[in-house]
């Protein structure tokens, strides 16, 4: 069984930096698509970034340029890499394994508030 579990989310002022973790057991993310998806308040789950590959990566346009995606495959572990936060990135964050949307698995979420 595949678990995922964040950490690394927490209250940061805008223009500041963070860095979320998601430690992977019970699959190998070397071999699997990885990602990040965000929730907002009364607002849709947005995707953001993916790795997969040999270290092939995507990014939605609202985080193009500020945010950065990458593994270590010796710890089983992907980060993203968040700078220049804004209150507007303020959500929970989860990390997802897997290709497909209905086999995905995800973490428990981490969040991340951003002060204005």
């Known amino acids: 069984q595949v678990q995922l579990v964040e950490s690394g989310g927490g209250l940061v002022q805008a223009g500041g930096s963070l860095r979320l973790s998601c430690a992977a057991s019970?699959?190998?993310?070397?071999?699997?698509?990885v990602g990040w998806y965000r929730q907002a308040p009364g607002k849709e789950r947005e995707w953001l970034a993916r790795?997969?590959?040999?270290?092939?990566?995507n990014y939605a346009d609202s985080v193009k340029g500020r945010f950065t995606i990458s593994r270590d495959n010796a710890k089983n572990t992907v980060y993203l890499q968040m700078h220049s936060l804004t209150p507007e990135d303020t959500a929970v964050y989860y990390c997802?394994?897997?290709?497909?949307?209905?086999?995905?698995?995800w973490g428990q979420g981490t969040q991340v508030t951003v002060s204005s």
């Open positions: 997802y394994l897997g290709a497909y949307t209905n086999t995905r698995s």
């Open positions: 019970g699959s190998s993310i070397r071999f699997n698509i």
């Open positions: 790795i997969y590959g040999g270290d092939t990566t």
